[in-house]
């Protein structure tokens, strides 16, 4: 029993020297200069290869008209809105046709149409039900949210990282032009993703709460987390993904939602070992920009090794 619990040992001690340990990467020091021309932002960070450094200017065109980061989520705010938009329907409506009552009840809208005229009364109830939609639909526009089925299949409310990241890629040509000179080959797409990724996971973590239950309150969106250096894994997917597209805008990826995490996919031919998904036919290799752990292009953490091989994840199209 003795020689057996000594050979489970050692087998145990294999098994821990030969799995591969990813060091953390580490941001050296990070500082912006602002001068007439812009921002300029400078890096210098500890990688696996040893030092490197990144420098780029943004001009403060560029800068102001990357999206900024909208409030969090308020499902208040969001009732007002609606209820102010159907209030100021209901003032169109003739009291002598039909009465309109609207009243917050629980976190909902009461509304009760009531009159003499049957045909009058459902085409109010209709009109009203399809404002209330439109209105709904303009506030998630108008502060950058969308409708959202997590991997539960539970529908929320989350930040319109697509978006975001659609409007940042026109203004961040400074970032991808710095980068592809730091390449050996600038137009090898899978050199860009990894030394984007290696820069990107050495900014400082901002830690992401439930993406339902913090409604969005710790997102950073590209131009925050750019001028505050810091931010959590849906913050640098999609910066990631806007300089992705920046890039080349014909290579099409998704972000790849767990539970409490955020990743990207990328639609290019995988290697054997590439940790991917495959969907419609399409293989996206999986890549992890939040750090600190130093992952290349096809490269994942255990956690999201797990999430993904257990079909734990949903996805978003860019």
């Known amino acids: 029993m003795r020689y057996m619990f000594k050979i489970l040992i050692n087998i145990a001690l294999i098994v821990m020297f030969i799995t591969p340990f990813k060091a953390d990467s580490q941001q050296e020091y990070f500082f912006k200069n602002s001068s007439t021309l812009g921002i300029e932002f400078n890096y210098q960070w500890q990688s696996e290869d040893g030092i490197r450094k990144l420098k780029f200017l943004l001009t403060h065109t560029d800068i102001d008209k990357l999206p900024t980061s909208a409030p969090a989520y308020n499902t208040l705010l969001a009732q007002n809105y609606i209820h102010r938009n159907l209030l100021e329907y209901a003032k169109t409506i003739d009291p002598k046709i039909a009465n309109i ?15 003499k005229y049957p045909e009058q009364i459902d085409k109010i109830t209709a009109t009203l039900g399809k404002k209330h939609e439109e209105a709904e639909a303009e506030y998630l526009t108008k502060n950058y949210y969308v409708p959202f089925k997590n991997e539960m299949g539970r529908l929320t409310i989350k930040q319109d990282h697509r978006r975001y990241a659609e409007e940042s890629s026109n203004h961040l040509s400074g970032v991808v032009l710095a980068i592809k000179e730091q390449l050996n080959n600038p137009n090898n797409a899978r050199e860009f993703i990894d030394f ?8 400082p973590y901002d830690t992401l709460e439930n993406r339902i239950s913090s409604n969005g309150s710790g997102f950073a969106a590209p131009q925050q987390l750019l001028l505050n250096n810091r931010g959590d894994c849906d913050s640098k997917s999609t910066l990631f993904l806007a300089l992705l597209k920046s890039y080349n805008p014909t290579l ?3 972000m790849v939602f767990l539970r409490n995490h955020a990743l990207v996919g990328v639609n290019m031919n995988p290697n054997e070992t590439d940790a991917q998904i495959v969907q419609n036919n399409l293989s996206y290799i999986l890549a992890e920009p939040t750090g600190a752990a130093q992952y290349k292009l096809g490269e994942i953490a255990p956690s999201s090794q797990i999430a993904i091989r257990n079909q734990q994840f949903t996805t978003e199209l860019f």
């Not at 009552?101 to 009159?115: D, F, H, P, T, W």
């Not at 984007?196 to 900014?203: C, F, G, K, Y």
């Open 252 to 254: 099409s990826a998704k």
């Open 196 to 203: 984007t990724l290696n820069w990107l996971q050495t900014i």
């Open 101 to 115: 009552s609207i009243k917050r009840s629980a976190g909902s809208l009461n509304m009760q149409v009531s009159g």
